[in-house]
Every structure is written in C-alpha cells, then in structure tokens.
Nanobody
Framework: VQLVESGGGSVQVGGSLRLSCVVS????????VSWFRQAPGKEREGVSC????????DYSSSVKGRFTSSRDIAKNTVYLHMSSLKPEDTAVYYC??????????????????WGQGTPVTVAS
C-alpha cells in the first residue's frame, strides 16, 4: 500500500487549498482514511477522517466548518478541502489509511499506512 499526498503550498490568510491523497494497492471495501498535521515544535494532531461507514466523518474542533474531506474511490483518492485558512493551519499534512469498518474519530491511532506529507504554509 502506498499513499502519496499533493496539493500543499503557500497561501494567504483566508485562502483555500485542496490536498489530495492517492492510495494505491489498497482495498476500498472497509476503510478509514484520515488526515493529520504536524506543525514545527508541536505534536501531530488528527484533522479529519472519512470511512466506509455511510455518512461518517469527523473533524477536529480547530478545523470544523472550514475543512471538508471527500473521496473519489474510482480515482483511489481522498481529498481535504481547506478554506478560510489561518496562520495556525501551517503544518505538514499527512494522510493515513487502514482497512477497518467503524465510525472513525480524529483521535484514532494505529494506522499502518502513511504518506510522506505535503507542507502547507499560511502567510499573514
């Protein structure tokens, strides 16, 4: 299984970005795909998750209402749509995946598959 993120970059405060996570070699029957981020000098935090359980998604309180996750199974891709970006959103963003069937949470751990990360910088 391989995960490759893209779409990061530099953006002004209030701007938008869409991150992509292409997951190859993965079974899309039962799954959880999550986005994490890690800012310099800070611990990694869960940002969002999306699952094969219908209509189940979760978002951290810091991004709820601004970020949305979506999937295109035909393209083996999960997206993170980020809007109203703030300087505190600056971080390296990672996607992670596992083959499980449950209502996911941004507190989840134990993902066996990770991408290499894509950096996001929000300039004030």
């Amino acid at each position: 299984v391989q995960l490759v993120e893209s779409g990061g970059g530099s953006v002004q405060v209030g701007g938008s970005l869409r991150l992509s996570c292409v997951v190859s070699g993965f079974t899309w029957d039962d799954y959880v795909v999550s986005w994490f981020r890690q800012a310099p000098g800070k611990e990694r935090e869960g940002v969002s998750c999306i699952t094969s359980v219908e209509d189940v998604e979760d978002y951290s309180s810091s991004v709820k209402g601004r970020f949305t996750s979506s999937r295109d199974i035909a393209k083996n891709t999960v997206y993170l749509h980020m809007s109203s970006l703030k300087p505190e959103d600056t971080a390296v963003y990672y996607c992670a995946a596992m083959n499980e069937y449950y209502a996911c949470s941004v507190e989840d751990t134990g993902f066996p598959y990770w991408g290499q990360g894509t950096p996001v910088t929000v300039a004030s």
